[in-house]
């Protein structure tokens, strides 16, 4: 029995290693891919078909979803398709994944300059500035900015939606079926407060929302 030891020993460290070559490889191969994928986006970019740019980056930042680098490609061609919002999006994510990649924060200004909505990328600084010096920020909570009506995450991701929207306004926030499309089906909660004048929300502006 004592001699069998070393060599389950010596087994398990040939294919720890094996493993761990494989676990190279495949990353090697992703990164080609990546790069590959990045080549032709530039590519397009550089022929003006920005549409086109958009379908190599998106399959260049699925191929590697921690690189900040081709999120903000990806943002890019959005900026030069004229989807300022996905562009935002874009930009917003790559800041995620690395909160020091400067060139992120300046695409995404030019975006917002384009857009003409500066006010609400000053919100979203103040929003990251303060959640960032309480070490929250990239850990537990991430600022997005966006079109409420069409909100770029997948279906029944959230257990909980807040907005403001109704405090400030008295008007429901984006559509009915955007909410029931994101809640989750069972336990998702949609929190919308009170009217501006402290008043329940009445059943007519329910059945309109």
């Keep these: 029995m004592v001699r069998s030891i070393p060599f389950v020993l010596v087994a398990l460290l040939i294919l720890s290693c094996a493993g761990n070559r494989q676990e190279e490889e495949i990353q090697e191969l992703l990164a080609n891919s990546a790069a590959h994928y990045s080549e032709k986006g530039a590519a397009a970019l550089d022929a003006g078909e920005p549409k086109s740019a958009i379908n190599y980056f998106r399959l260049a930042a699925k191929t590697l979803p921690n690189n900040p680098q081709l999120a903000d490609n990806l943002g890019i ?17 790559a800041i ?9 924060y300046v695409d995404m200004g030019y975006a917002y300059h384009e857009k ?9 600084a103040i929003a990251r500035d303060a959640l ?3 070490g929250l920020y990239g850990v537990r909570v991430a600022v997005y900015e966006g079109a409420p009506e069409q909100v770029p995450y997948g279906t029944y991701l959230f257990n909980l939606l807040v907005s403001e929207q109704m405090l400030l306004t008295g008007e429901p926030p984006c559509p009915a079926a955007e909410v029931s499309r994101l809640l989750r089906p069972y336990g998702g909660v949609a929190f919308l407060g009170q009217t501006r004048e402290g008043g329940a929300v009445t059943p007519e502006v329910l059945r309109q929302w």
């Excluded at 003409?116 to 979203?124: E, I, P, R």
């Design 132 to 134: 960032s010096k309480a």
């Design 116 to 124: 003409n909505d500066l006010q609400a990328a000053q919100k979203a």
């Design 96 to 104: 995620l994944l690395q909160s020091t990649y400067t060139k992120a």
């Design 77 to 93: 061609a959005f900026f030069k398709a004229g989807e300022l919002d996905s562009a935002i999006f874009a930009f917003q994510k």
